[in-house]
């Protein structure tokens, strides 16, 4: 027997939530722009595995192409053109990442660049935008049949938008302002450990050695540090209210401009629930920083299994006609899950994968 | 050996040289870093729980637990003595940690002992067992207060609340996980 897999009333909120989230860029004068979900090249990120596919060329030889895991390297080109602002909803793809309640290979992301600013401008906007998606969709999350009933009387009797968060206590929680705290300082709270004075890989690994972790010899910074968050830090800022983590050491490598103190970059994480929801940087301007990572990287991907082309040329968009300004990507599914009060992303998304994996002849 | 990304709920890993059992296993991946996993982990010598962390590329070891049918011979109260009938091979399994499940050993029985390689960590007792009762006062009349029951004792010592009616001699059934009486048997 066929089983329904569709919850109408999701699909409808998805449809209210895209609505919105137009609506709050397009009135602050964001570009919406509609970009490719085929590359050529991508900029090489060594903890990513992708899709790759081929253009069948007739008569010539085929051309590799990959699906791209977010659609960065389009708007930084478009930014170095002099595009302004812009934003856009698109679907990205992501391989060799387990399937779970916060996983789908193919899931939807909401990147929006601002120019003429920088990562503690982003903070600012994207309270604002929670603030208008509250206001905009809690009515609607309120009169939503589901699990436990969320029609109450309360929602019923409609006062104001915003008091309608009275009674829906998951929603309330997402209110700006969002509590803010540098890596540094959650770190040194939750393990003890300072990382101001642990900027060597080595010093790193006998300090979180000593912590009980299992350490392998030889593994990078980020990696020591990364088992450190994940096992430490984590799970102890797993709380229900928006926290966003400042100032990411420079040990990891990304795109963002280096903080006035050179150990931490312009960097930040929206997490909640211990779920990171969003990653913001201020934007890496500098040619040569943008080709010393793409080096680093690629030789970092060298164990890939699905490896891909990077444009060597790529470096060269940035520099002095490069706009000072900050990118946010934000999960879509994720930040969905969280206004309707779910806590597995097949359940907010259309035929997620474990979904039609486990229906078809394909297992 | 198997790749940490690899483990699954139910498995028997080596960590710090003691077997432990996954109990639960969570994927995480931080942004911008590579995949690890999450594992809650109870020892199954001491069933003290450690929650560990790995990259989902690290190796970790495994540790080779299986079951193995033997017959409870007696209990010198240090170790229980036990015999696999078809190797005649014999075990002494420490008291030490089992001690709950003293009472539900019966001599001649069989139990199937849980193995790390050579040494057995446990024993899985039946989770219902009959019982002989081998002491029992008469049932009190009046007393209905309590549902009318009593405390009886079994062959193994222990105590178990029966209803009024069960007498010494006669068998019951016993639900080891709760210690509650379920039946009389007949036979």
């Known amino acids: ?363 | 050996m198997i790749r940490a990304g690899g483990i699954e709920k139910g498995m028997c890993l080596l960590i710090k040289g003691e077997p432990h059992a996954v109990a639960e296993r969570e994927f995480v991946n931080p942004g911008k870093g590579s995949a690890f996993v999450r594992l809650k982990l109870k020892n199954l010598r001491t069933g003290l729980v450690l929650r560990e962390t790995y990259k989902s590329n690290d190796n970790v070891e495994t540790a080779d637990v299986f079951d193995r049918d033997v017959q409870f011979l007696y209990s010198d109260g240090e170790n229980f003595h036990c015999m696999d009938m078809e190797s005649y091979e014999q075990f002494d399994v420490p008291m030490a940690g089992l001690e709950d499940k003293a009472n539900y050993m019966k001599e001649g029985d069989t139990y199937t002992l849980v193995m790390w390689e050579t040494t057995p960590i446990d024993i899985k007792i039946p989770l219902k067992m009959v019982f002989v009762v081998t002491e029992a006062a008469e049932g009190v009349k009046g007393d209905t207060v309590q549902g009318a029951s009593k405390i009886v004792k079994v062959e193994t010592g222990l105590e178990v609340k029966v209803p009024i009616f069960i007498k010494e001699g006669e068998k019951i059934l016993v639900n080891t996980e709760s210690g509650d009486y379920v039946e009389r048997v007949n036979t």
């Open chain 1, 1 to 363: 027997m066929l089983v329904s897999m569709i919850n109408h009333a999701m699909v409808r909120l998805r449809s209210l939530l895209v609505r919105e989230i137009r609506a709050f860029f397009q009135a602050r004068g964001y570009l919406e722009v509609d970009t490719p979900k085929l590359a050529p090249s991508l900029i090489p990120e060594a903890h990513l595995e992708v899709f790759a596919t081929e253009l069948i060329n007739p008569d010539h030889p085929c051309v590799p192409l990959f699906l791209i895991p977010s659609p960065e390297v389009w708007h930084k080109r478009l930014l170095a053109e002099g595009s302004g602002s812009i934003f856009e909803i698109t679907h990205c793809f992501r391989n060799g990442e387990q399937i779970g309640p916060y996983h789908n290979p193919e899931f939807t992301m909401l990147e929006y660049y601002t120019v003429d600013a920088d990562h503690l401008d982003s903070i600012t906007i994207t309270e604002a935008l929670f603030t208008h998606l509250l206001d905009a969709l809690t009515p609607e999350i309120a009169a939503m049949p589901g699990p436990g009933g969320r029609r109450s009387e309360q929602s019923r009797n409609a006062p104001p938008a915003r008091d309608l968060t009275v009674g829906h206590r998951h929603l309330e929680r997402l209110l700006p302002p969002f509590t803010r705290t540098s890596v540094r300082d959650s770190v040194l709270e939750h393990t003890g450990l300072d990382l101001d004075l642990l900027t060597d890989s080595e010093s790193l690994r006998t300090a979180v050695r000593q912590l009980g972790l299992h350490v392998e010899d030889e593994e990078s910074w980020a990696d020591t540090f990364n088992r450190l968050f994940v096992d430490r830090v984590e799970p102890a800022i797993a709380t229900d209210r928006p926290l966003i983590l400042t100032d990411y050491p420079s040990g990891i490598p990304v795109l963002a401009s280096e903080g006035n103190d050179p150990r931490y970059r312009n960097r930040w994480e929206l997490y909640v629930n211990g779920v990171e929801l969003a990653n913001c940087y201020a934007e890496e301007t500098d040619a040569n920083a943008v080709a010393h990572f793409f080096a680093e990287q690629t030789a970092a991907k060298r164990d890939a299994r699905v490896p891909h082309a990077v444009d060597p040329d790529y470096p060269h968009h940035f520099g002095p006609s490069f706009p000072r300004c900050s990118g946010v990507a934000l999960g879509v599914d994720r930040l969905l899950m969280l206004l309707a009060g779910e806590i597995n992303m097949s359940r907010v998304i259309l035929f997620g994968m474990s979904g039609i994996l486990s229906v078809s002849n394909y297992r």
